[in-house]
Nanobody, 123 residues
Framework: QVQLVESGGGLVQAGGSLGLSCAAS????????MAWFRQAPGKEREFVAH????????YYADSVKGRFTISRDNAKNTVALQMNSLKPEDTAVYFC????????????????WGQGTQVTVSS
């Protein structure tokens, strides 16, 4: 069983930066993939980025590529999302997710989810 807790959300002006962290309890095997998703009011949950726990392979949604960076610390069981050059359209609740398989951009493939953290970008 894996439990995930996000932190680091908040309010930031457009062009600013914010860092999110996801702390995982339980054993994350090298086969686990971790991902960040986000959901804005009235919209479906969308993929942001993923990383394979056992390696450094990463993948980003086109909307955040070049601005966001996903990373993981295996020793601390944490996954981070560094967000730079934030835009008002990045405003959403951000969720951390995990699955015991290869990374996926489909939210339905992830079995474990955090409670989410709000990110608000003002114009």
């Amino acid at each position: 069983q894996v439990q995930l807790v996000e932190s680091g959300g908040g309010l930031v002006q457009a062009g600013g930066s914010l860092g999110l962290s996801c702390a995982a309890s339980g054993r994350l095997w090298s086969t686990y993939a971790m991902a960040w998703f986000r959901q804005a009011p009235g919209k479906e949950r969308e993929f942001v980025a993923h990383i394979f726990w056992g390696g450094s392979s990463t993948y980003y949604a086109d909307s955040v590529k070049g601005r966001f960076t996903i990373s993981r610390d295996n020793a601390k069981n944490t996954v981070a999302l560094q967000m730079n050059s934030l835009k008002p359209e990045d405003t959403a609740v951000y969720f951390c997710a995990a699955r015991n398989s290869i990374p996926s951009r489909n939210s339905y493939d992830y079995a474990y989810w955090g409670q989410g953290t709000q990110v608000t970008v003002s114009s």
